[in-house]
C-alpha cells in the first residue's frame, strides 16, 4: 500500500503518548526545552543556559552595521546599488551559534529520532560526537534518526550558521522552534505519518506510513474519536475539529502504537465559480505575515501568534499567507483551532540569486526535499487550504521559470493531490508571456493591478488571485499636513514616519481602496492577501536608506500589535455582520487652531455627518465613483478647533475624539487570554486627567514584574526606535506601547509602571 507522511498538531501530539509501564512500547515525544548556548567560533566558547524555542539575536543591540547590505532591488525599480542600513532588522542575527545538551533514550527502545520544528539556519547536528544530519533550509521542518536507539545518556550538539545577505527581512537566529525528541518500539507510526483526507464533508480518508524495519506483520486501524457523524464542517467562522484515532497491532492483537491527529472536514475547490470553501463561493480576506512575532523575534509562541490571529479576525481576516517561507507545524495547529485559512508558502527564490546568499546556493539539491517536508506538515491540516511554491522568483518571466513551475507543482501534487499551488508573480507581462502563469494552478498575481484583465485570459480555470496587495505605508498615530495621496519611493520625512491617513503607498503597489474595488468589481478575482497584517522586522520601506529605522510600515496593526488606523478601513468591508466606525486623525493639535485639518472616517454606514463642538461640518456620502469616496467618508476642508469630533451615522451611531491635556495617568489593560497561554500582553496607555489619550506622548517609562511572571519584552511601534525590546524600559509611541510578561506558572503577579511623574500597578492573575 502506497503510504504518505504529515504532520500532527503539538496538542494531537501531546494527546497521542500512549501511558505504559514499559516506555518504548508505544511512540512518545517528548519537547528539548533546557539547552546551553554560545555565539562564536568553536574554541573559547562561553555557555548560557537557555529554553528552546530561542532566538539567540533579539535581544539587539540595534546597529546598523548588522547585515548592511549594498544592493538595488529589481522590484524595488533601482538600478543603482544602495546602502540598506536596516534591511533585515539591524539585528546581531549573523554568526554561527551552538547549542548543547545531552538526551537520555529509555532502556528498550528500538527507535528513536529527534524532529526540528526549524533551526535558523545551515544547521549540523552532532551526536555523541558524530554529525549525523545537515538541514541548510532555517524555515524547514526536519527529523533526524539517530543512528542507534541505544539506552543511556548521549550529547547532542547543534551548530547554526547565518551568512550575511541571506536574508531580505529579520529571519531571527537560533533554535526559534521546538525540537523534540522522539522514542518508540522499532515498529510504529511515523512522524507526520497520518495522511488525512475529506472528499466529501461527510467523509474521510486515511493513509498511514509505518516504520517496520524488520518488516513484521501488522495490522493498522484507524477511527474517529467522536464517532461517525454526521459532521460539522470546519471553517473561518465554525472551526470544528475532529481526532482521528490510528492504531498499529501486531498478529498477536498486541498494540505497539497509537497516534492522535486532529483534522477538520472541509472540502476546497478553485474553478470558473472562483474559490469554493464546503461548496460555497467566498473570497479571502487575507494578509501577508512573515513569521516574527515583533519584539520576541522569531521564537515560535503559540500564545504571541494566537493573539495576532485573534486581531486578525476581529478586523474580518479570515486567512493568512506565510509570506515567504515554511510556516512552523504548531502556527498550523492555532489555525486549525483558531479559523484561519493558510496559503503555505514555500521558497522566496530558486536557483537564481535575490539575496546574494539565499536559498539558490541549495536549490538544486533540496527543493524536493524541502517541498516533501512542506507537505508532510501541511497536509492534514484543514487550514491548509493552497500551496505556494515561490514568491516574486526572478525565473518568472522566463521558459525555465516555466519547466521549474511545473516540475515543482507536479511534486507537490504526488504528495497532496488535495490542494492548488500558485506562486506569487509580480514580473507582468513576462510571467504571462513565458507560460508561468498559465502553468499554476491558481494565478497569483503581486501587485500589478492593471494586469489583471491580461491574467485572466492565462489563468486556469479564468480566475486571478491577489497574492499580494496594497503594500500602502503608515506609522500609528501619525498624521502631516497637507494630506496627500502619493506614492513614495524613498526617504520623505525627517522624523522617519508615514502618515495613518492611509494615502501613501509604494512605487510597485497602490490604496487598499483600489484592491477592494477591483475585488467588488470583477467576480473572477478571488480574493486578496493584503501586504502585511502586521508590520515586522527589516524591510523599512521607504526608510531603508534611513537610520535609525529597522522595520516595516506596511502593517495593519504595528509591531506591537497595535492597531493603525487602516485596521478599521479593512474591517468597514471585511467584518460582515458588524459595525464599524471610527475616525482619524486624533484631535489634539495645538498650533493648528484655525487650519485646515481634514477629517476622515472609516465605517460600513453609506452617510455621517461630521461636529465640531457640536456645529455640524455637512453630511457625507460614499461615492461609487470615486477612488477615495468609495470605501471613506472625508471631510477635506474642515477647521482645527480645540474641544470634540464627533462623527454620527444615518443610523445613529456615534463616534468621537476629543482634545487632551497633558499627561495625567497611565493606564494598563490587560488584553484577554487563555488559561493555556504562557505570555500576557498588557497595552500602556498615557491619560490627561479626563481619560482622554494623549496622541502624542512619548514618556521614557521603565517596569517591574514581581510574583509569578518575569519580563519578557516591550515595544512601542516606533520603527525607528532603538531602545531594546528585553529591557524592562522605553519610551511610548503617541502615547502606548505594549509591555510582553511570561506568565507560565499559576498565582498573582503585579506589573508597574512608571516613569514622567507617573506610576501605575495592575494585578494579574492565572
Known amino acids: 500500500m502506497k503510504t504518505y507522511a504529515i504532520g500532527m498538531t503539538a496538542a494531537a501530539a501531546a494527546s497521542a503518548l500512549l501511558g505504559s509501564a514499559d516506555a518504548c512500547a508505544s511512540t512518545r515525544e517528548s519537547a528539548l526545552v533546557e539547552w546551553e548556548f554560545c555565539r562564536g567560533a568553536e574554541t573559547n566558547r562561553a555557555w548560557q543556559a537557555v529554553r528552546v524555542p530561542h532566538d539567540w539575536a533579539i535581544a539587539g543591540p540595534f546597529d546598523k552595521e548588522h547585515d548592511k547590505q549594498v544592493v538595488a532591488i529589481f522590484e524595488n525599480g533601482e538600478k543603482v546599488p544602495m546602502e540598506k542600513t536596516g534591511r533585515s532588522g539591524a539585528l546581531p542575527w549573523i554568526g554561527e551559534g551552538w547549542y548543547r545538551r545531552e538526551v537520555e533514550i529509555p532502556e528498550g527502545c528500538g527507535f528513536a529520532s529527534l524532529v526540528f520544528d526549524g533551526a535558523m539556519s545551515e544547521a549540523r547536528v552532532f551526536f555523541d560526537g558524530a554529525e549525523i544530519a545537515f538541514n541548510p533550509y532555517g524555515y524547514s521542518s526536519f527529523e533526524v534518526e539517530l543512528p542507534a536507539a541505544k ?147 522569531a521564537e515560535w509562541n503559540a500564545a504571541a501568534f494566537r493573539r495576532q490571529v485573534r486581531k486578525l479576525k476581529w478586523i474580518g481576516c479570515d486567512s493568512i499567507r506565510t509570506s515567504h517561507n515554511m510556516p512552523a507545524p504548531e502556527q498550523l495547529a492555532v489555525c486549525d483551532e483558531e479559523g484561519m485559512m493558510v496559503m503555505a508558502e514555500s521558497f522566496d527564490c530558486w536557483k537564481e540569486v535575490k539575496c546574494k546568499n539565499g536559498y539558490n546556493r541549495f536549490y538544486d539539491e533540496w527543493w524536493r526535499r524541502d517541498l516533501e517536508s512542506l507537505a508532510k506538515v501541511c497536509r492534514s491540516h484543514p487550514s491548509v487550504v493552497m500551496y505556494s511554491i515561490g514568491n516574486e522568483i526572478p525565473e518568472q518571466a522566463k521558459e525555465d521559470g516555466r519547466d521549474r513551475s511545473r516540475t515543482m507543482q507536479e511534486f507537490l501534487r504526488g504528495m497532496d493531490a488535495t490542494r492548488p499551488v500558485t506562486q506569487g508573480l509580480s514580473r507582468w507581462p513576462g510571467a504571462g508571456e513565458s507560460g508561468v502563469a498559465g502553468v499554476m494552478d491558481v494565478c497569483g498575481l503581486n501587485y500589478r493591478l492593471k494586469f489583471y484583465d491580461y491574467a485572466k485570459g492565462l489563468a486556469r480555470g479564468g480566475i486571478v488571485l491577489g497574492s499580494e496587495t496594497a503594500s500602502t505605508y503608515s506609522s500609528r498615530g501619525a498624521y502631516y499636513f497637507p494630506v496627500e495621496t502619493k506614492v513614495t519611493a524613498k526617504t520623505i520625512r525627517e522624523d522617519g514616519q508615514c502618515s495613518s491617513y492611509d494615502v501613501e503607498y509604494a512605487p510597485w503597489s497602490n490604496l487598499p481602496d483600489d484592491d477592494r474595488a477591483l475585488q467588488e468589481d470583477r467576480p473572477w478575482v478571488v480574493g486578496e492577501f493584503v501586504w502585511t497584517g502586521f508590520d515586522y522586522l527589516g524591510e523599512p520601506c521607504p526608510y531603508d536608506h534611513y537610520w535609525p529605522s529597522r522595520s516595516s510600515y506596511f502593517g495593519i496593526f504595528d509591531l506591537a500589535g497595535l492597531p493603525k488606523d487602516r485596521a478599521w478601513l479593512y474591517r468597514s468591508y471585511w467584518k460582515d455582520g458588524e459595525r464599524t466606525l471610527h475616525v482619524l486623525p486624533h484631535w489634539t493639535w495645538p498650533g493648528r487652531e484655525g487650519k485646515v485639518t481634514p477629517v476622515y472616517v472609516y465605517t460600513d454606514a453609506d452617510e455621517a455627518e461630521l461636529f465640531v463642538n457640536g456645529k455640524s461640518q455637512g453630511t457625507r456620502k460614499k461615492d461609487k465613483s470615486s477612488r477615495l469616496d468609495r470605501y471613506r467618508l472625508r471631510w477635506n476642508d474642515v477647521v482645527y478647533e480645540p474641544g470634540e469630533l464627533k462623527v454620527v451615522t444615518k443610523d445613529g451611531r456615534e463616534a468621537a475624539v476629543r482634545t487632551a491635556g497633558e499627561p495625567a495617568a497611565l493606564k494598563l489593560d490587560v488584553e484577554e487570554s487563555d488559561a493555556r497561554d504562557d505570555l500576557r500582553f498588557v497595552e500602556v496607555s498615557v491619560l490627561d486627567a479626563a481619560g482622554n489619550l ?45 509591555v510582553v510578561l511570561d506568565k507560565s506558572g499559576p498565582g498573582e503577579a503585579t506589573l508597574s509602571a512608571r516613569g514622567g511623574g507617573l506610576s501605575v500597578s495592575v494585578t494579574l492573575e492565572r
Open 151 to 297: 539506552s543511556g545518556k548521549h550529547a547532542l550538539v547543534v551548530h547554526l550558521q547565518n551568512v550575511p545577505e541571506s536574508s531580505r527581512w529579520y529571519p531571527g537566529a537560533g533554535l526559534y522552534r521546538p525540537v523534540r525528541l522522539v522514542t518508540g518500539g522499532a515498529v510504529g507510526v511515523r512522524t507526520w505519518g497520518v495522511n488525512v483526507r475529506t472528499p466529501t464533508l461527510q467523509t474521510w480518508e486515511a493513509d498511514v506510513d509505518v516504520r517496520n524495519p524488520g518488516k513484521v506483520q501488522v495490522a493498522v486501524t484507524n477511527y474517529v474519536k467522536e464517532g461517525a457523524g454526521p459532521y460539522r464542517p470546519w471553517s473561518p467562522e465554525s472551526p470544528n475539529l475532529y481526532t482521528l484515532v490510528t492504531e498499529v497491532r501486531g498478529a498477536d492483537g498486541a498494540l505497539l502504537d497509537r497516534r492522535e491527529t486532529r483534522f477538520g472536514f472541509r472540502t476546497v475547490e478553485f474553478g470558473p465559480d472562483g474559490f469554493k470553501l464546503n461548496g460555497e463561493v467566498r473570497k479571502f480576506k487575507g494578509v501577508c505575515m512573515h513569521h516574527d512575532l515583533g519584539p520576541i523575534g
Open 694 to 738: 494623549c496622541p502624542d506622548a512619548a514618556v521614557p517609562l521603565e517596569f517591574a514584574v514581581s510574583g509569578a511572571a518575569k519580563y519578557k519584552a516591550a515595544c512601542n511601534g516606533d520603527a525607528t526606535s532603538l531602545e531594546a525590546f528585553a529591557e524592562p524600559r522605553m519610551k511610548t509611541f503617541h502615547g502606548k506601547l505594549v
